[in-house]
């Protein structure tokens, strides 16, 4: 394995490994430690936007070594377009998601109001695209990033 397939390996650990710590072992272990279920999701929001960050570095650095080393055949093969959903998935949450869901719970959410429900609503889809990055990110660790021999889709 050269030196840009374990960085690039490493990179995609380092942010795969990042998104399942916080997302399905620290949050969940907040929310059943804390009695205070608002303190956890404060806790747990701030985490949540650091694995952002994480994502979009890494994400960033990723693509671009992959497009240095590949130029545009990374767009024509399918470890390209899922790195490239990966990001896409990270930004829209950081972007759009998460400061939908701090506007919903700034306005103070009652059980059974209109906040309720639309928090419930955005923490769902926020929780569906975190789940497809991180089962993307997977694969591409299972699979590597590796320069494929010839352009395609599979």
Same mark, same amino acid.
């Given at each position: 394995m050269d030196k840009l397939s374990s960085l690039e390996r490493l990179l995609l650990s380092l942010w795969t490994g990042v998104m399942v710590? $916080?997302?399905?072992?620290?949050?969940? $272990?907040?929310?059943? %430690?804390?009695?205070?279920? %608002?303190?956890? !999701? %404060? @806790?747990?929001?701030?985490?949540?936007?650091? $694995?952002?960050? $994480? !994502? @979009?570095?890494?994400?960033?650095?990723l693509l671009i070594l992959r497009y240095k080393d590949m130029s545009t055949k990374l767009f024509f093969q399918w470890r390209g377009i899922i790195l490239l959903l990966m990001l896409i998935l990270v930004a829209a949450s950081v972007f759009i998601l998460q400061p939908m869901i701090a506007d919903v719970k700034a306005m103070g959410i009652e059980p059974g109001t209109d906040a309720a429900k639309q928090f419930g609503m955005l923490h769902g889809i926020s929780s569906i695209v975190y789940m497809i990055t991180v089962i993307s990110g997977c694969v591409l660790i299972f699979a590597g990033l590796k320069k494929e021999e010839k352009p395609g889709f599979i």
């Open positions: 710590g $916080v997302g399905y072992i620290a949050t969940p $272990v907040l929310f059943k %430690s804390l009695d205070d279920r %608002s303190l956890a !999701g %404060s @806790l747990a929001g701030q985490m949540f936007e650091l $694995v952002g960050i $994480v !994502g @979009l570095i890494c994400g960033g650095l």
